[in-house]
């Protein structure tokens, strides 16, 4: 995207909004046109302080999925290998011997996980047996969630922003532990609904953790994509991000 892209849509619209699921440190080039359009929105917390942005939150599809009385497992984890991530499961893995656990890592193509195993290679070594070249199925991926106590979110180091695993979660009434310190004050989770584990946090809290969280009463939060359609073309949403952060 650029000026001129916005100006040519421009001359073709009655009105440009413009939207980002990245943050600026992770993806800087929306800095150069982003008073450009009629509206710009972020997904991302940090950037919506700073720019004076409005804050859209992702959305996911509905579900009729629902946390059953006695989930199989105490903790899901459904991931796509990425940063930290290898490191982060193995951490929280390493702690929860004895605890029922669902692991599903997909690193897509060989050559794209070798730098990962690069990175970490011990903990590539451990996971090995969580880790799949070929994704699960949506439905399967929301099974397995659906049927645990927690399920861990792993958000981008350089991103703030809310990713749609926690409205999937959500969605299931499952709870989440996550590396976002930004995802208490997001204004999606109720009290009891999310509790911030950090990368290079004690792995000796996580069983406290989950079980803290599996006795909390977790709110179903459904956030829609005619919710997020809503809130991106509506000026007064900025308004309501802000309070909702405040």
């Avoid at 903990?123 to 399920?151: C, F, G, P, V």
């Avoid at 999606?188 to 584990?197: E, K, W």
Wanted: proline share 6%; with cysteine.
């Amino acid at each position: 995207m650029s000026q001129q892209a916005i100006k040519i849509l421009k001359e073709h619209a009655d009105r440009v909004v413009s939207y980002t699921w990245d943050s600026f440190d992770y993806s800087p080039s929306p800095l150069d046109w982003k008073d450009k359009p009629d509206r710009f929105a972020t997904f991302d917390i940090e950037d919506s302080e700073r720019h004076g942005l409005p804050l859209v939150h992702l959305f996911t599809g509905t579900t009729t999925k629902m946390q059953p009385d006695e989930p199989a497992y105490d903790l899901s984890v459904v991931m796509r290998v990425h940063s930290q991530r290898l490191h982060y499961v193995d951490r929280a893995l390493r702690s929860l011997k004895g605890r029922r656990v669902f692991v599903f890592l997909y690193a897509g193509s060989l050559f794209t996980y070798i730098p990962h195993v690069l990175r970490a290679p011990l903990a590539a070594w451990r996971l090995r047996r969580h880790i799949s070249h070929k994704a699960l199925s949506y439905e399967q991926a929301m099974d397995a969630i659906a049927n645990s106590k927690t399920t861990l979110d792993y958000a981008h180091p350089l991103q703030s922003g809310i990713t749609v695993r926690c409205f999937e979660a959500l969605s299931m009434r499952v709870p989440v532990i996550t590396n976002n310190p930004h995802a208490a004050r997001a204004g999606i989770f109720g009290d009891g609904d999310v509790v911030i584990f950090p990368l290079d946090g004690d792995p000796e809290r996580l069983p406290d953790l989950i079980d803290g969280l599996a006795r909390a009463d977790t709110r179903q939060t459904i956030r829609t994509m005619d919710e997020f359609i809503a809130d991106l073309l509506d000026d007064s949403s900025a308004t309501r991000t802000k309070a909702r952060l405040q």
